[in-house]
């Protein structure tokens, strides 16, 4: 078995991220307004708690042994490189525009696309349709002539789904995870991306679910991370957040685009909404308490599968609050 005490607590959203949108003069600590309670933490939060689990990307391995932290430090290795990346981006945000190499615009576009999945929102719905898929498996192979009389008589009774249970272990969703990400991060690269500074004086925040989609223009059907007309909207700091958006012909510069209050506004109300619930501030921003923040509009994938008679196995070392 790995050595567990290796790189234990495991982040959804990096801390590479959240270090983008601590308190003024502080590495670490960072406001957490919890939108269920509409209130702010009484103390800030340490980058280092929230949004991160214990052995989160534990896998379990051909031979049925435990591997803590493989994935993990993949994912640090992929956040280093996009995270340096993004400083390049960040260090041009004022020029009229900004040139990125193609490395470089594949490492954010999969930074941020794997940023949207490998969170719980996606990861759970994930392990919930593979136990829908068990269940229309065992209906398939059920031969009640094979089966005990006693268990007989109860599936004739109560239905199999409520007789026999399914467990399936929430491992079963990291493969999907990587390929998701890798096939969202190719649309991501045919959009335009448009770099939206802050007015001076103000700030962008970010949340539990830091990457957001949305069709581009009013009208248009729901969509997908991954569809022609999606907007996808990123944070990328306290100062800048990215907007990738549909184009006929994408380009290889980042745009520069107009800002406003206004436009502040309007993404920080997107990424608050899309929280499922939390979001994360440099400020106890007041905003954040008068604003209907809408809890069921997170970007959470939804399976719509009926659990019954499913178990998810989830993760036996996450903390309990």
């Not at 993949?74 to 190499?101: G, Q, V, W």
């Not at 008589?153 to 239905?159: A, D, E, I, S, Y």
């Not at 223009?217 to 100062?239: D, M, Q, R, T």
Request: proline share 4%.
């Amino acid at each position: 078995m790995t050595n567990r005490k290796v790189k234990k607590n495991q982040h959804y959203v990096p801390k590479s991220h959240l270090k983008r949108f601590t308190i003024k003069g502080e590495k670490s600590l960072i406001w957490s307004f919890d939108k269920v309670k509409g209130e702010f933490g009484k103390l800030p939060a340490s980058k280092n708690k929230v949004c991160a689990e214990d052995y989160y990307y534990y896998q379990i391995t051909k031979d049925n042994k435990i591997d803590h932290t493989t994935l993990e430090d993949r994912f640090s290795e992929i956040e280093t490189s996009s995270n340096n990346a993004i400083d390049r981006l960040l260090a041009c945000s004022k020029m009229p525009y900004i040139h990125l190499t193609r490395l470089d615009r594949e490492q954010v576009a999969f930074y941020i696309a794997l940023m949207l999945v490998r969170g719980p929102s996606f990861r759970d719905a994930i392990s919930e349709i593979y136990g829908h898929a068990a269940r229309v498996m065992l209906n398939k192979v059920w031969d009640e002539s094979k089966a005990p009389e006693v268990l007989q008589q109860l599936v004739r009774k109560h239905g199999l789904s409520n007789v026999v249970d399914i467990s399936v272990n929430s491992t079963v969703s990291l493969e999907h995870m990587i390929n998701s990400a890798e096939a969202i991060a190719k649309e991501f690269l045919k959009k335009g991306w448009v770099l939206i500074n802050a007015p001076r004086g103000r700030d962008f925040v970010t949340s539990d679910v830091p990457v957001v989609f949305y069709p581009y223009k009013y009208g248009l059907e729901v969509v997908g991370p991954a569809h022609l007309n999606a907007e996808i909207l990123f944070p990328i700091c306290k100062s800048s957040a990215l907007i990738m958006t549909p184009a006929i012909e994408p380009m290889d510069e980042v745009v520069i685009g107009n800002y406003s209050d206004f436009l502040l506004d309007d993404i920080n109300t997107k990424v608050a909404k899309a929280a499922n619930k939390y979001i994360y501030c440099s400020e106890q921003y007041s905003w954040l308490k008068n604003k209907d923040l809408e809890c069921s509009q997170g970007q959470r994938l939804t399976s719509g599968v009926d659990m019954t008679g499913i178990n998810i196995v989830t993760n036996p070392w996450k903390r309990k609050n």
